[in-house]
Structures are given as C-alpha cells and as structure tokens.
C-alpha cells in the first residue's frame, strides 16, 4: 500500500475496495478453515495423529473445490463487483485490475491457509512464520518493481502489486508442502491410501460454516460501510483504507496470540484439560491487552506521520489521523476479542461468536453508521465511532461468553 499510494488516490481507493472483497473471500476460506483447525488441535492433543493426517488430506480437496469457485468469481465478475459501490470511474479501473489478479491467484492462498492451518493446530508456529517472513520480504523487495516498472520488468500499476502478492503467496505455499510431506514439522502427510471421506468433510464443514459465516457476516458490514463512506469522497475512502492498513499492525499480536490460545485450547480439551484450555485464553488475552495499549499511544502520538508513510495527500492524511485517533478506544477490547474468538472457533464452538458478530455488526455497528453522521453532524467521522461501538458490544459478550465455560463440553 506504501508502493500503491505514491500512484495518487485513485489507486489507494480501488486497491483498498478491491482488497475488502478480497478479505471477504480470504474470510470464508478461513472460516471454513476453521473445521480443519478444531479437528487437527483435539485430535492431536488426543495422541490420536493418525485421524490428524487423515482430516488434513480431506481439507486439500475442499481448498480446490473452493479455489475452482474463486477463480470463476474473479474472472467474469470483478468489473461488477467493484461498480456496486457508486465510485468514480477512475477508481473502479484501478480496483478491477487489482482485484481480477488476486481473485485469480486466490487458488494459491486458499490452499496456503489450509497448510498453514494444519500446522499451526499441530502445534508447529515456527515453520509457517519463517516462510512468511521470507516470502512477505520478497513480495516488499519485488512490488516496486512491477509496479513502476524498474529494471527489465514492465510498468504494471496496481496489477503489479496484486502479482507480487500471488508470486510470493506460490512461493510460500511451495515451501509449505514441502515442508508438510518430509516430515519437517510434527506432522507427515502422504498421499498413500488417499480417499475422499465426506464424513469427515462434513464434520469439518459443519464446524467451518458458522465460522464463514461470522466471517461473511464481518466482512459484509465492512462493505456497506464502506458503500456509507463512498459519498463523502475519494479521499475519505482512500483515508478509511489506510487506516485499516496501520489498524493491521495492532491486530496482529491479537492474531497471533489469538491462535496460540486456540490450538492450546483445542489440543488441551483433546487430551481432557479444560482448566488449562481456559488459562490460555485468559493470559493471552491479557497480554494481548498490553501490547495493543502501546500501539494505541503511539498512534495517539504519531497519527500524522504513520498516515503520511501511506500518502502525502494532505486531505488524506487529516481525514486518517482523526480516523485513527477516534479507532484507539476500541483498540483497548478489540485485542480481548480476537484471542477470545479464536479459542472459542479452535475447540469447534463456532456458532456462538457467529451470532454476537451478527449483533455487533447488524445491530450495532451498521445502524450507527447510518444515523449518526446526520444526528450528531460529525458527517465521515460518526461512521467511525459506530466502528468503535461495535468492538465494544463484541468484546463484551466473548468476555461473558467465555467465562461461563458452555463451550469446554464442546464436542467435535
């Protein structure tokens, strides 16, 4: 997005639409993922690797039936897709081009999820992270140059930051088998005796369909919020994408500690220790809290100058820093939530944070939205405090949620 904001705000505009409907399909992989995690950790925690292996090979045929889907999406409805927001022409072009790549590329990032799913609910953390870092240095060290076109490669604007995305995205997912299949992490899979088992698809889609739909439900607020926020310009929406982009640098301690609680949630309640599955998810999310406390106070201090890393846009980085100002409220519950959302997911217990997403969102969030700009008179602003209300209600019902333990007698 650095690279992308120095070719103006129509194209921080379009990749940041294009990029939420990307995030919508990133999300449904990964709720349905999500079945895939739960089985893995409890089967592990069980001893029992085996039925670990055996679930993870179902998992590659739902990721290609999902990547076939994808492709077809992005292929012949990108141009419609993108037009349904009422954005300008020139924003609708660039948003195309980026979104038509990665939807086509989506293949590759459905099946990167899986492996690095089934990993990760083994217990193995370290190997997908050594690859990311590798291949997110590479696709840092590449964008540029297809971008703008240095050296001996092409000028591909927008497509060429959606292309380094695939590119390393390959690359990883090539390491991660490789990895997978030579009994390099804690678990080996083999193609030997494959068969598809669609008892066990279906545990996994059962579990995974309340997930997708949490986060479809998520991610279609985060739509319409945008479709809310289009008429008060390019710049305004151009300022809302860069400051989910700063936002993602708080989230991740939250996702990260999120998903160690989950498999040690899972793999705890396989081997029959739901008092230790519950002391994870409480000290993570602890810890998660004073780690997104610092971020919050550097973003109250240098709000300016982490907008200004995206655009020098003088609209866009007033709108952004207040954008970011008004978001630090929530980032004190919004870390709680996350950890908290992954425990529940990772021991299968997905339909419950389904549902008070659906309330946040829907019944909260959304409503807001709509209102608050013309009651309060705050116009852009209103729409992110309605933001604010939303992490606050969520957090809140996963806080109760959690400490009332319906969800150690989960079973899978």
């Not at 995690?37 to 592990?44: P, S």
């Not at 590119?167 to 390491?175: E, K, P, T, Y």
Request: charged letters at 10%.
């Amino acid at each position: 997005m650095i690279w992308v904001g120095k070719l103006g705000a129509a194209s921080i505009a379009g990749v940041g639409v294009a990029g939420m409907a990307v995030q919508l399909v990133t999300g449904l992989m990964m709720g349905i993922s999500t079945g895939l995690r739960a089985m893995v950790a409890r089967f592990v925690g069980a001893g029992e690797n085996e039925r670990a292996n055996h679930v993870a090979k179902q998992a590659f045929a739902v990721s290609a039936a999902f990547a076939i889907l994808m492709t077809a999406v992005g292929m012949f409805l990108a141009e419609q897709i993108m037009s349904l927001f009422g954005l300008e022409p020139d924003v609708i072009a660039e948003g195309v081009s980026y979104m038509r790549i990665m939807f086509v590329g989506s293949s590759v990032m459905s099946f990167v999820i899986m492996v690095g799913g089934i990993m990760q609910a083994s217990g193995d953390t370290v190997s997908p992270m050594r690859i990311t870092v590798g291949t997110r240095l590479l696709h840092i060290a590449l964008c540029p140059f297809l971008i703008f076109g240095w050296w001996i490669f092409p000028r591909m604007g927008v497509s060429g930051a959606a292309l380094t995305n695939v590119i390393s995205q390959g690359l990883g997912l090539v390491l991660m088998l490789w990895i997978l299949y030579s009994g390099r992490t804690r678990l080996r899979l083999t193609l030997s005796n494959f068969r598809l088992d669609f008892n066990i698809i279906w545990r996994m889609v059962k579990i995974g369909i309340p997930a997708s739909l949490t986060m479809l439900q998520y991610q279609f607020g985060t739509v319409v919020l945008l479709g809310l926020i289009a008429p008060f310009g390019t710049a305004a929406v151009a300022a809302h994408t860069v400051a989910q982009r700063a936002e993602m640098f708080i989230m991740m301690p939250s996702n990260g500690l999120g998903m160690a609680a989950g498999v040690l949630a899972g793999q705890n309640l396989g081997a029959g220790q739901a008092a230790r599955a519950e002391k994870s998810g409480w000290l993570a999310a602890g810890l998660v809290t004073g780690v997104t406390c610092i971020g919050a106070v550097v973003i109250l201090l240098w709000s300016k100058s982490i907008v200004g890393i995206f655009s020098s846009d003088p609209a866009i980085v007033a709108v952004g820093s207040i954008f970011l100002k008004i978001a630090i409220i929530g980032y004190f519950m919004i870390g709680v939530a996350s950890v908290l959302f992954n425990c529940l997911t990772h021991v299968g217990d997905t339909v419950p944070p389904m549902v008070f997403v659906l309330v946040a969102v829907w019944l909260v969030e959304l409503p807001l939205a709509f209102f608050l700009p013309e009651v309060t008179g705050l116009g852009v602003y209103a729409i992110r405090w309605a933001i604010v209300a939303h992490t606050v209600v969520l957090a809140s019902a996963m806080i109760i949620y959690f400490q009332h333990g319906r969800w150690k007698h989960k079973k899978i």
